[in-house]
């Protein structure tokens, strides 16, 4: 049944040579170095902080259909039927439509993966069954949608994570499925529209990023989806993005008519690309309740004003919400090597910082990086190294609905605060075989014994344990090694199916327990996301 569908879906195939403009690139970015590559590069001046990035945007600099067709395996096959099904299973989306000015396509989405651990002598699986639909029409709309229908079951320190959170790390709420696992579904989507030269526009229900690490500080990718609006302005070296969000507290329900807790951002970032080697970013966003005191709020249109801004403006209603600013820098060194930097400012005193007197209310972090492609003039040999730092209480809020997180996990780091973190990458690819190694360190202070150290961001700031000498790592001391192999075959680039044989080793470590993991696995997936299971 299963290779009847397959070939008719191949069948229904017409043409794959489409053009997208106004499609996003997928986060993940284990599969197109090429591309990454070419835009982390002395040669162009591109906005590499503002994620996902726009197709059309690339297309402005480079060849971007020959990049994503460097590893296209072609045959030449007498029978017409055949050779498609060859190109629609190894090269191309598997359902095409082509027409004068539409496009549409489908594919289906997966993750088949079986494992064993071996410390808690379990056997793990993920369950995976989705689809993905995406199109254009004209030159100017183009859209996205995708959902997953998901069972799983995982390895001890996430298991203990989502029973505590609800949540999949970056996925849905749980329900319990047989003796262990979870069954969860999620699903994403957005409409695009360009309106000439100067403007894009996106409404969507997925994610965003901003940074040029793996990590970002200012706003990431870890958390669930959430509605948004995203308008980009584009002029001269500048790029301007204001991106308004609605995002959730499942902590708290208001009523079964009215759901869970939710709240509002506006994000402004001003992207300039001052050469081709340097970009510098400011951030800024504000973050407020949808109900207060008074009632229903709602969306304050006090923050509508895409060109204002807006701490000033919290300032000025007597600072009732959560604002934080930032910055973004890279710089690319030789050919294809950035170093890259994020400084982010939750609440900061100058005075109180020259004293060195650990005043718990100079809430801040930073990060610095470096990354490089072809490594020692090694082709496709990547290489990555990051730090991330981060004092206690940065991100949280006196009341929780207003603190910087949504869907019970953090916007910005995926560990909150109160931590530093070291996390590394070697990257490979030959053809379609790809090998990667992650190897990471952290070190965090753990809340107990019902005092809050200032990690758990959805503890509000007002239960802090002090108010001086507040340090990095305060609490309960955790320290956490985390080592990932991973050699995948890239089946299908179209939309990254691949089979990917994996082992994890990670310690946890403190003074009250710790917990090793060790898990090796077999899967085929499509790798799209990224899900931030390092944690």
């Known amino acids: 049944m299963m290779s009847r569908l397959l070939l008719l879906l191949c069948l229904l195939g017409f043409v794959s040579d489409f053009t997208a403009q106004n499609l996003y690139t997928y986060f993940n970015r284990d599969y197109d170095m090429e591309v990454q590559s070419t835009l982390y590069s002395s040669k162009t001046r591109f906005h590499t902080a503002i994620q996902a990035w726009r197709i059309g945007d690339i297309k402005k600099i480079a060849n971007y259909d020959s990049l994503t067709q460097l590893n296209r395996l072609e045959k030449t096959i007498e029978k017409k039927w055949k ?9 191309d989306d598997v359902v095409t439509l082509y027409k004068e000015k539409f496009w549409f396509a489908i594919n289906p989405l997966m993750n088949f993966d079986v494992g064993y651990e071996s410390n808690e002598e379990k056997t793990r699986f993920i369950n995976t069954r989705g689809f993905e639909a995406k199109g254009e029409i004209g030159k100017g709309f183009s859209f996205y949608t995708s959902f997953y229908e998901n069972q799983a079951s995982f390895v001890n320190y996430l298991d203990s994570n989502i029973r505590v959170t609800r949540v999949v790390p970056g996925q849905g709420m749980v329900r319990s499925f047989k003796e262990d696992g ?8 957005y409409i695009a529209f360009n309106a000439g030269k100067y403007f894009d526009f996106q409404l969507g229900y997925d994610n965003n990023f901003i940074g040029d690490g793996y990590r970002s500080l200012l706003l990431s990718d870890n ?14 070296h500048i790029n301007y993005m204001v991106l308004y969000s609605q995002m959730m507290d499942i902590n708290f329900k208001w009523s079964d008519d009215l759901g869970y807790a939710k709240k509002w951002t506006t994000t402004h970032y001003l992207s300039w690309a001052a050469s081709k080697r340097f970009s ?18 709602g969306f304050d249109v006090t923050y509508l004003n895409p060109i204002i801004f807006l701490r000033p403006v919290e300032f ?18 030789g050919k294809h090597s950035t170093f890259y930097g994020q400084l982010i400012l939750d609440e900061f005193k100058l005075s109180e910082f020259t004293d ?35 004092r206690p209480y940065t991100f949280a809020h006196e009341k ?11 916007v910005g780091h995926p560990l909150g605060a109160n931590f530093w973190e070291s996390v590394n990458f070697i990257k490979y690819n030959y053809r379609r075989f790809y090998f990667k190694y992650q190897f990471q360190y952290a070190r965090y202070g753990l809340d107990y014994d019902d005092q809050n150290f200032g990690k758990n961001i959805y503890e509000p700031y007002t239960t802090r344990v002090s108010d001086y000498d507040v340090k990095v790592g305060q609490g309960l001391s955790t320290t956490v090694i ?12 179209a939309y990254n199916l691949n089979i990917a044989l994996g082992f994890t080793y990670r310690n946890s470590t403190n003074d009250r327990e710790t917990v090793n993991t060790s898990f090796i696995h077999f899967g085929l997936r499509t790798s799209l996301s990224r899900f931030y299971y390092d944690l």
Request: hydrophobic share 45%; net charge positive; proline share 2%.
């Open 316 to 333: 000025s209603m007597g600072s009732p919400d959560n604002a934080m600013i930032g910055l973004n820098m890279s710089f690319i060194a």
């Open 482 to 493: 985390y080592n990932d192999l991973t050699v995948s075959w890239l089946i299908n680039p």
């Open 182 to 189: 979870f069954d969860y579904a999620y699903a994403s989507g």
């Open 83 to 91: 050779q498609k099904a060859w190109n629609k299973f190894l090269n």
């Open 356 to 390: 060195d007197n650990g005043w718990w209310g100079n809430k801040f972090g930073w990060q610095l990086g470096f990354k490089s492609f072809n490594l020692f003039r090694v082709k496709n040999l990547f290489f990555q190294t990051e730090f991330n730092w981060v």
């Open 223 to 236: 958390a669930f989806n959430y509605p948004f609006l995203k308008i980009t302005a584009k002029f001269w």
């Open 280 to 297: 510098i970013g400011i951030f800024e966003t504000i973050v407020w309740q949808t109900q207060d005191s008074t009632g229903y709020r």
């Open 400 to 410: 929780t609905i207003t603190n910087y997180g949504h869907y019970n996990a953090a």
